[in-house]
């Protein structure tokens, strides 16, 4: 069996006690958490959590019990309260995010990440838009693919972590072949679907509305799905995103691709926040994560929801025992 490595995230954030919730049942997998263990120590006081924690090295077995949880010690850099973000700990959630690669590069393994708070990271100095490009800068990748998946639906994004202002100028034929690409052959390898049928939103209302209301779907959008199509695979659109969502129009679809963050994402939480998971396809690794941010509001309160988590780690074990890299 091999182990998922479980990054803690923002320290101030709900990641630490995701973690402890996580550890308080058995479960079927080697999870191995990446945090400072004093912080789970006094965290799990805060939440009034009995959690065992195991410093864990490389080679030892996980431990899958109840009440207990495998850490690999990273130090904090300043003491942490919850709900209060400190430029210091930015470095603390960087090392988890590349401690992470170095273990899934040196064992079997697959990441799954509890969320970071991009802004704390940049004030800090570091020049960070999100997990999906920090994986794909070390993994070496020229493009990946950010997914979103919840029972009912899956959404991928042309555009991952841009000003809305920026995208039109983002979406260009070769990137978009490329994104429609690597979902097709991701739900292949590693959903198993065998002929995937994707369908594509246009960019602009009404998808341009004939040229009257933007020209990216004629100009863009439109001939690279026909080259594609040439080369065999299953595409449906440019579609109005207003309708892309409705259950007629996706019956029979494997996975939506929005353009941008806010076309497809609001749809997909609104489907399924708290049970969704979001999948970078593209790596040479499996990556997955929650579906919500760090949510300093309710941190060290007990009151977050551990359901996302769950998922994303059930998902990482399932594409791990059914991959085809
Ligand atoms: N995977 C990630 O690393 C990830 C994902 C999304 C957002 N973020 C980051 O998180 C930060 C805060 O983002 P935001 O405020 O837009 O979104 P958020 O998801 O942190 O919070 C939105 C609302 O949902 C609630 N919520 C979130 N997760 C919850 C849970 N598990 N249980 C119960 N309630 C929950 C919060 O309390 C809040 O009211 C930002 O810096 C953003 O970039 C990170
Ligand atoms: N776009 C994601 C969301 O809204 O849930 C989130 O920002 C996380 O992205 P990364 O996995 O790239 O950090």
Redesign the pocket.
């Known amino acids: 069996m091999s182990y998922l490595f479980l990054t803690s995230?923002?320290p101030a954030?709900?990641g630490p006690d995701?973690c402890l919730q996580y550890s308080q049942t058995e479960r079927p997998h080697q999870v191995v958490v990446l945090a400072d263990i004093s912080l789970l120590e006094q965290r799990a006081k805060l939440l009034q959590l009995n959690c065992k924690l195991l410093p864990w090295v490389p080679g030892d077995k996980a431990t899958q019990l109840a009440g207990t949880l495998s850490v690999f010690h990273i130090p904090l850099r300043a003491p942490c309260s919850a709900g209060t973000l400190d430029v210091a700990n930015a470095e603390y959630v960087l090392a988890q995010l590349e401690q992470s690669v170095a273990f899934v590069n040196s064992t079997r393994g697959a990441i799954v990440?509890?969320?970071?708070?991009?802004?704390?990271l940049n004030d800090s100095g570091i020049n960070f838009s999100?997990?999906t490009e920090f994986f794909a800068d070390r993994a070496g990748v020229e493009k990946v693919v950010m997914m979103l998946a919840c029972e009912k639906l899956r959404v991928c994004l042309a555009t991952t972590h841009l000003p809305l202002k920026d995208v039109a100028n983002a979406i260009n034929g070769p990137e978009l072949k490329q994104t429609l690409t690597i979902i097709h052959d991701s739900l292949q390898k590693q959903f198993g679907i065998a002929e995937p049928r994707l369908s594509v939103c246009g960019l602009n209302p009404h998808a341009g509305e004939g040229g009257h209301l933007g020209l990216e779907e004629q100009q863009i959008i439109e001939p690279a799905l026909d080259e594609l199509r040439e080369a065999g695979l299953t595409l449906v659109g440019p579609l109005p995103a207003d309708t892309a969502f409705t259950p007629r129009a996706l019956a029979n679809i494997d996975a939506v691709l929005a353009m941008y963050h806010d076309q497809g994402l609001p749809v997909l939480k609104y489907a399924g926040?708290?049970d969704a998971v979001?999948v970078t396809l593209g790596l040479p690794f499996i990556r997955t994560?929650?579906?919500?941010?760090?949510?300093?509001?309710?941190a060290g309160t007990g009151?977050?929801?551990?359901?996302?988590?769950r998922c994303a780690l059930n998902y990482a074990a399932t594409m791990s025992a059914n991959s085809i890299f």
Request: aromatic share 2%; net charge negative; charged share 10%.
């Open positions: 995230g923002e954030g709900i995701l990440t509890c969320p970071v708070h991009k802004g704390i999100g997990h926040f708290g979001n994560s929650v579906d919500h941010g760090t949510a300093l509001d309710i009151s977050a929801n551990c359901g996302s988590l």
